[in-house]
């Protein structure tokens, strides 16, 4: 029988097996951020130990920068911050910290310096490491115990997941994206529907996104609760990784290649699941809940608790509502929001700006609008297109680079009440500043929104 | 890490599902970089509610969380497990949990329990109707008890191994040392390096 991409990959990473243990697996590259790794290197210290692989290992900045110049001036996110360089600068680990070129959100960098490659084994103590299985890997989110075992031993013991094919078939209509895909494939399979598995996304639709696509759809693989999300490498992947600073040159980029041609799920291979959408028929989505299962097409309205029969969906959506302070059988293009945020893992790509910018030229924004750049990189290359004019005359707000409005950790938070539509990846209570409210939506839906003050899609205006 | 084998103790029914990482320890309290000092965030948002559960002193000095479906959903961080610890909680039943907390939990010695929902269900209603009930979570039998009821619950035979005998893995793992120098001579040589 023929084996999955995901069984391909696994296999290939298999230090040890032993009857009854899970697997040793060996990992190619270890991601590091200042809020998950300095109880890891602490412990580290404790027992003595040293870090294995400095050279498989990268950190950044990211979490609590503020995305305005100048210092950090939260005393606490200060020392968090200082602690990652003591630790880097200790244990030989190469980081790149505020202000320098090469910063930027963690799971952003990877790839722009051609470190995420197809086949790869990838982890980082973030749970939106399911972002790099785009380029063909296995790669998810850790904790900070197994932040210090990747540290110190560069192995993981896991069980392999189960395997899962989301088959999209069609092709996305014009002005659906990316966002609006795994925003209903979450929809449809729920917050829990992916516990358990690595999903690998097939199928045409996949097949047309651009890397910067398949990175937002496997960004938020974890969003359904699944440990990774993947896509074989073909053409786009290889273009997309030649000539950048990490990726194999000369001869070994034609072996690499040849290789990475091989990591492809065979056609007489069985998943254990499989789930099928059909892409022609989506149209943007939004998020109305506080999980980001909550979501349905911008032309529907609010829904009532009563539309669901299971009770636990009900209680979840009555309680969403009553956060969010929304009313049953609003439509959602009525509902008004005081902030937009473009940026995020998710959609702070050059591709996504470019979007935004798009769809900002020559307009004005009549709401708080954030455009934060995901990486130092993407925010220099949007400036030699002249983007960052495009949005600064549009009255958005140009920042530096970091997570930002993701999270309530540095100083770009809602106040309670305030509501956003956000490009980001979670809506969960709290999320992006205490009692905000937050409506998850994609790049074209956020700028088109910024201009109207209520959710609204690009062909509306 | 403590040993884990029986543990009985009261328990807090929390009726609420999709209970996420960020709402478990909000961010803010993310910052620290000692491991220490964490239970002051744990649900710090819902417990400014004088209704939240964890606020009824009927169930002060509970032990164990009885919490709806999709119990730790979303964000990696482990300082949610710390928080549950440090508040006092040893074990946490739910229907279903986020996979990476659950992993993170049992690095740390907090016991995720998976029972059905009905049984989840029954469990809640019973702590409701007496917050004093004692709960035992026996690792060893694999079974929750409870006034009369038993129910068993699965966990594969390693991870309840290490856990009753309290194992780092870190320590477990460093046994294999060669396979891992081993495997590393065998690696593609094209694979980058961050150097
Ligand atoms: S952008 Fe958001 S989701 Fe991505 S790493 Fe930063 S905080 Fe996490």
Known sequence: MGRTLAEKVWEQHVVRRADGEPDLLYIDLHLIHEVTSP???????????????????????????????????????????ETLRKNAAEFGVRLHPMG???????????????LTQPGMTIVCGDSHTSTHGAFGGIAFGIGTSEVEHVLATQTLPAYRPKTMAIEVSGELPVGVTAKDLILAIIAKIGTGGGQGYIVEYRGEAVRKLSMEGRMTVCNMSIEAGARAGMIAPDETTFDYLKGRRHAPEGEAWDQAVAYWKSLRTDDDAVFDKVVEIDASTLTPYVTWGTNPGQGLPLDAAVPSPEDYTDPVARSAAERALEYMGLTAGTPLREIQVDTVFVGSCTNGRIEDLRSAAEILRGRQVITRTLIVPGSMLVKHQAEQEGLHEVFKAAGAEWREAGCSMCLGMNPDTLQPGERSASTSNRNFEGRQGKGGRTHLVSPQVAAATAVTGRLTAPADL | MDKFTTHTGTAVPLRRSNVDTDQIIPAVWLKQVSRTGFEKGLFSAWREDPAFVLNDPSYEGATVLVSGPDFGTGSSREHAVWALQQYGFRVVIAARFGDIFRNNSTKMGLLPVILPDDKVEALQAAVEADPKLEVTVDLDGRQVRWAGESVAFEIDDYTRWRLMEGLDDIGLTLRHAEDVAAYENGRQPWLPTTV
């Open chain 1, 100 to 114: 320098d070129a090469g910063q930027g959100v963690v799971h952003i960098i990877g790839p722009q310096f051609g």
């Open chain 1, 39 to 81: 109880q890891a290197f602490d412990g580290l210290r404790l027992a003595g130990r040293k870090v294995r692989r400095p050279d498989l290992t990268i950190a950044t900045e990211d979490h609590n920068v503020p995305t305005v110049l100048g210092p950090i001036t939260d005393p606490v996110s200060k020392t968090q911050v």
